[in-house]
């Protein structure tokens, strides 16, 4: 079998490598997209100091989970007060990255509600324009840097749409470990624990090769490693590197397959039962690791690469380790009952990220 990868972004890793943000943006006028405390923390006011005056707007009110309440006005303000701009600057979490894919993406008569009746088709579309998109995460998770997806969420219609186009790769992806000092325990938690199910979710995948297999086993090694050790120990330079390396690679690994059914389960759990993302999309990993198993024997292959050949103590492994970070593992434990959590599987599984899925709901699991 031929495997193929393909990833545009231009990728640059390590330490103080936002400073390059300078370099890649001479002679182009500049939007900022970043989180609420990006202020407070001195980052605005240090990416003013690396742009200058080429820095013509700034969005800093973006909250956790895009929604296309607060997108619309940001969105119409943004092009009616920056549409000129050559460069969006995504710094922030997976919200800021998001946010900044859908407002490079232009309408025809720069409505916000045109971009979602695009959107509401499913089908791909040319946008009327597009602008350079540079993503510098500060969260070690969503992967989005290295993605062209965005997920966009209408919590009142208990929807999410999924943009998707070929302009919204980045131009070039920034991962800086040092922005990422700052995430609180949980947020540190919950990010680490989405880019664990990335990794697993590009392996039980029917997009898989052995080129995303490389990429998402050593992301999966690196976090079954680290993280345990950084939620008591968030000062350590070392182990934020080494998650925003994993977080990346996880990215890398998805970028090319899409996620799958543990995903689909998270849509729901987050839109009706206001579980985190990083929380939604993985405390269910353990059970579908049992749905995968014995599937295809060459997915079950990578997976006892990182796991051992005993599906009962690779399960009860995940386990361990979610719980080790309070993380509670059954639908039970967030308020979802046998017979709810069954037919959101099922919904789940039909679902567009669901039918990535190489297993099937019948298969055998280990209590
Ligand atoms: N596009 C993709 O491929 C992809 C993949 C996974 C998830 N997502 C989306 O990403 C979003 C979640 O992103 P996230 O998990 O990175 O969280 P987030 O961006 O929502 O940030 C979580 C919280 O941490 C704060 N924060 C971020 N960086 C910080 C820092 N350095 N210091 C202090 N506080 C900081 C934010 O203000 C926010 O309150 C969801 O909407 C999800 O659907 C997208």
Request: contains cysteine.
């Amino acid at each position: 079998m031929i495997s193929r990868f393909y990833n545009p972004v231009d990728t640059r890793f390590g330490w103080g490598s936002l400073e390059q943000l300078g370099s890649l943006t001479e002679q182009q006028t500049v939007a900022l997209v970043t989180f609420p405390e990006a202020r407070a923390l001195g980052l605005v006011e240090r990416i003013q100091a690396l742009l200058g005056e080429r820095l013509v707007y700034v969005i800093e009110d973006v909250q956790p989970n895009p929604d296309v309440a607060e997108l619309r006005r940001t969105y119409e303000r943004f092009w009616q007060q920056a549409g000129s701009c050559d460069t969006v600057i995504a710094v922030g979490g997976g919200s800021a990255i998001d946010t900044a894919k859908a407002l490079i993406v232009g309408t025809e008569g720069g409505s916000f509600d045109e971009l979602l009746a695009l959107l509401a088709t499913g089908k791909p579309f040319v946008p009327a324009r597009c602008k350079r998109l540079i993503a510098a995460p500060t969260t070690a998770g969503t992967g989005s840097e290295v993605t062209p997806w965005a997920t966009i969420w209408d919590t009142e219609q208990q929807k999410k749409y999924s943009l998707h186009l070929e302009c919204t790769w980045p131009s070039v992806a920034l991962i800086d470990p040092q922005l990422m000092m700052t995430v609180p325990a949980s947020v540190t938690v919950s990010t680490g624990l989405d880019a664990l199910s990335h990794a697993l979710e590009a392996i039980w995948n029917r997009n898989a090769n052995a080129l995303s297999d490389t990429f998402a086993i050593s992301a999966i090694e690196d976090i079954l490693e680290c993280l345990p050790q950084l939620q008591h120990n968030l000062g350590s330079r070392e182990l934020r590197s080494r998650m925003a390396l994993a977080a990346l690679k996880a990215g890398m690994a998805f970028s090319n397959t899409k996620t799958a059914l543990a995903h689909s389960i998270s849509y729901e759990m987050t839109l009706r039962h206001g579980v985190p993302h990083g929380i939604a999309c993985s405390f269910t990993l353990p059970l579908v690791l049992g749905l995968a198993w014995g599937q295809d024997a060459e997915r079950d292959r990578t997976l006892q690469r990182v796991f051992g050949s005993d599906l009962a103590r690779a399960q009860a492994r995940l386990r361990a380790f979610l719980h080790s970070l309070s993380v509670k593992t059954e639908f039970a434990d967030y308020g979802v009952n046998a017979e709810q959590a069954q037919t959101l599987l099922d919904a789940a599984s039909k679902g567009a990220r669901g039918q990535n899925f190489i297993g099937s709901l019948t298969a055998p699991t280990v209590p």
